[in-house]
């Protein structure tokens, strides 16, 4: 069974971070303690960690702030899941390993999503991707990777509020990036990663 700090740290960064609502804000540490049902200490102990991670800002006398997510960590996100995934997708396609059938699971599941589902959508984005990456097989990439994971869907939550027509254009792009990838064309597949994936970046930098 968790601790009350792996529940505090999970609710955190899969549910907090990720609500746009809460971008600007500061945590309240009793409202959180009282919603997971645990004391204020595992919520202390988790911000701790999460501000290890440079998610959240402690400051002093007013506790944990969540910043809005910047320029710069925009640029520096989508640059490094574009070197992972573009290389994903040729060493995939090389090795005959493409988990077509992961994605393509994947991307159903999206298409049944309804619009106020903003955070279940973006889970299935994640998996999208992240299957691309762990079927190169190549542990210590993964991890790298799925370090990324509370920042991608703080982006991808992020930019589905910004532009109304995103969630459409993400179904296509993924589309896109799998037939790609079904043709066993590495050139296509890496094309296609990267105009989806800069895509998502103008979205979040045109504000």
Do not use: W
Not at 6 to 28: R, W
Not at 29 to 55: C, K, M, N, Y
Not at 169 to 193: F, Q, R, Y
């Amino acid at each position: 069974m968790p601790s009350g700090r792996e529940l505090a740290y999970a609710h955190l960064k899969d549910t907090v971070l990720s609500d746009p609502s809460m971008q600007g804000q500061f945590v309240n540490e009793q409202a959180l303690a009282d919603e997971i049902g645990v004391s204020r200490t595992p919520i202390r102990e988790a911000l701790l960690l999460l501000a290890a991670e440079e998610l959240v800002q402690l400051v002093p006398k007013r506790g944990a702030y969540i910043a809005p997510i910047g320029g710069r960590e925009i640029g520096e996100l989508f640059e490094i899941r574009t070197m992972i995934e573009c290389y994903a997708a040729r060493r995939a396609v090389e090795l005959g390993a493409v988990p077509l059938a992961e994605m393509r699971a994947q991307l159903d599941e999206q298409r049944g999503l309804g619009e106020d589902q903003a955070r279940e959508f973006i889970d299935h984005d994640h998996r999208f991707h992240s299957a691309l990456v762990a079927a190169v097989g190549n542990e210590m990439l993964s991890k790298t990777y799925d370090g990324l994971r509370a920042r991608q869907i703080r982006a991808g939550v992020e930019a589905l509020f910004r532009s109304d027509g995103r969630r459409k254009s993400v179904l296509a792009e993924h589309e896109t990036i799998c037939s790609a990838l079904a043709a066993g064309d590495p050139e296509a597949a890496t094309a296609a990663i990267t105009e989806h994936l800069s895509a998502t970046r103008r979205v979040l930098q045109s504000g």
